[in-house]
């Protein structure tokens, strides 16, 4: 492979990869925020108790 | 539902790219004069594009909170920019391998190359605002404003790089001018529908994540106030 | 509209009379200003004619660096004893009451200019005399699009954790149309060529007309809300 193959193969890795990388972001952060609601929609029950 | 929207989005999305790629490496014979690399426009142009078409959905989000002060306005405005820069991105970071090898540098201060990263920038600020607001109605106005505001600079941006257009590295847009061969357009187009798709799933997730946040907002001044 | 006006004037007044008793943003600004202008002629060891091919830019960068400290003071001046607050409650329109402090930082400023342009020309031998007259009709213009969207972000980010980070991460890129026209007149007219600079001057000018009208609509929903 020559420099113009393989830096054309980087380019669409590199999309694939940003991608990828963003729906990573994106589950994290949802696990993040489900555990935190979870959390405190548990202590609201219990204050009210 | 809402699951199943999104996953039928996001599925059909990745199936169209994964067809498209096909044409691209198998179908497709390689540019004229660049190259395998000149494929590349197949994947930049039209992630750029999806950007842009993005951002003015924000805009049009951003202007219909202000008007109605809907926060499911706010949430879908600040989903839709995060997937514009993630677009944004790609563009950026294709468009600079793309560059390294036909204009033999990874970056030059041209026109549509300032453009597309002063939009980044533009709402890379917005962004990073966002979480230094606690409060939630302040949060989506101020962000609302901003949003149209950075909005309104991007013709500007365009046209003060314009004046000064003695460096241009682009060759003529290939949509303006026509000059793309028939046999690509279809490839083209059919990226731009799945970034698209893609890219609807995703702002579609990150909607929700923005609702449950305000969620727990709500909870923490309910646990405070007793 | 005219009632507006008069309670925009009423409020430009108010500011610059507090600000003319401490001068408090003005020194730090004119200093800050000075401050600047060595470093540049530390930073860059250029020939005479090299320098003026830069002088604009530099020029707009010390007024830009300087007008953030002015403009990042403008609203948060009215936030000890909630004077804000009673401010947005008064009978004035939100408009009139954001026009009166775009005015009041947009003479602190020009006065910034006004200090730093002769001391700019002793400090790097350039000749700004002869071309006074244009540039300073320039920097009105200029400086009025600095001010306003910087009082502008200064109203949006009052509330704002850490808002010192956030002003000029959201208004310096706002800001580089605006500057990219401006700097290219004060090159062309610090060196005295002419060359067609109405495509420039029609930059700054639209600059000037879209942010006003943007900013002075949606200021309400700003302070009010």
Known sequence: MDLNQTYFFYGYSAAWLIVLGFILI??????????????????????DK | MRDKTIYTLGISGTLLLLYNLHTILMVLPDEAAQGTIGKMLLIHAPAAIAGMTLYFVAVAYSIMFLKTKNFAYDSAAVAVIEVAQVFTLINLVTGSIWGHIIWGIWWTWDARLTRQFMCFMLYLGYLLMRPALNEATQ?????????????????????????????????????????LDPAWRIPFLISW????????????????????????????????AI | MKQGLLSALFIARKDLRTEFRTKEALNASVSFALVVLVLFSFAFDLGRDEFYDISGGLLWLVYVFAGALIVNRSFIREVPNDCLDVLIASPMPAWSLFLGKVIASFVLLMIVELVSLPVYGLLNNIHWVDSFWPHLGLMILATWGITITGVAFSAVTVNVRLRELML??????????????????????????????????????????????????????????
């Open chain 2, 139 to 179: 949060r989506a106005t101020i962000s609302a404003f901003v949003a149209i505001f950075a909005a309104a600079d991007i013709p500007l941006v365009w046209l003060a790089i314009r004046v000064h257009d003695a460096r241009t590295q682009h060759p003529g847009p290939v949509l303006e001018t026509g000059t």
């Open chain 2, 193 to 224: 529908i799945a970034f698209m798709l893609i890219g609807s799933a995703l702002a579609m997730v990150r909607v929700r994540q923005e609702n449950a946040r305000r969620e727990i907002d709500s909870l923490r001044r309910e646990l405070h």
């Open chain 3, 168 to 225: 000029p991460v959201l208004h310096y890129p706002m800001l580089i149309p605006l500057l990219i026209g401006a700097m290219q007149i004060s090159t062309a007219l610090l060196k005295g060529d002419g060359g067609d600079l109405s495509a420039d001057l029609r930059l700054v000018v639209v600059f000037d007309a879209m942010f006003s009208a943007l900013s002075l609509y949606l200021i309400e929903f700003i302070l009010v809300g």
């Open chain 1, 26 to 47: 994106l589950i994290r952060r949802g696990q993040q925020i489900n555990s935190e609601l979870q959390r405190l929609k548990a202590l609201v029950e219990d204050k």
